[in-house]
């Protein structure tokens, strides 16, 4: 062996200024003993589990958000359906408790009428002034008349007692009205007794 074999590098031999690089390309640094940047620390770990956690947390929170909104606006609409079956029972109960009272009145209304004919409401008799007052309260109540000679005769509304022939009429038309129709709004108390007045053959 010559002097030239002890200068040259034999096998694996680490050339001054390489030794450790190696272990520089992983692993902790020699010099501050850190991880390397893309190794997780626990803290990083840690703060993943947390972020989901709360991730989770916000899922479950806006679920619930959502259940109760919904829920809500179920309870609002049954409140509002409620209330409208409410009122209209209650409109159902005045106009039952009106018409009660109004029928009650439709015979004192037909004694005023049958008095207005024979000429017994004479203004400014204690009777005349009685009588306006008395109709003044079945109009304030909504009570209304229908029927009237010259009309045509409705089966619907009128109810015929009598007809009567006429020469010249081309359809069944009222020629005398026996009882006053009534109504309360647009119920029908009692249709109008009438003598109906139809073509001659």
Do not use: C, W
């Amino acid at each position: 062996m010559t002097d030239k074999d002890f200068d040259q590098p034999q096998g694996d031999e680490v050339r001054p200024g390489e030794e450790g690089s190696e272990a520089q390309a992983s692993g902790p640094d020699p010099q501050d003993g850190q991880p390397r940047d893309e190794e997780l620390t626990v803290d990083d770990i840690l703060g993943a589990q947390q972020n989901a956690d709360a991730a989770a947390e916000d899922a479950v929170i806006a679920d619930l958000e959502s259940q109760l909104l919904t829920d809500l606006k179920r309870l609002q609409a049954e409140y509002a359906n409620y209330r409208r079956r409410t009122e209209e029972q209650r409109e159902v109960e005045i106009e039952r408790a009106k018409g009660s009272v109004a029928k009650g009145l439709l015979p004192v209304l037909d004694d005023l009428d049958r008095a207005d004919k024979h000429g017994d409401l004479e203004e400014g008799t204690p009777f005349a002034a009685i009588a306006e007052k008395v109709r003044a309260v079945a109009e304030r109540m909504g009570l209304t008349t229908y029927g009237a000679a010259g009309e045509l005769f409705d089966p619907q509304q009128h109810e015929a007692i009598f007809q009567a022939p006429t020469p010249g009429v081309e359809a069944p038309t009222i020629l005398e009205v026996v009882e006053t129709g009534y109504r309360l709004g647009s119920v029908e108390l009692r249709p109008a007794k009438v003598v109906v007045a139809v073509p001659a053959e």
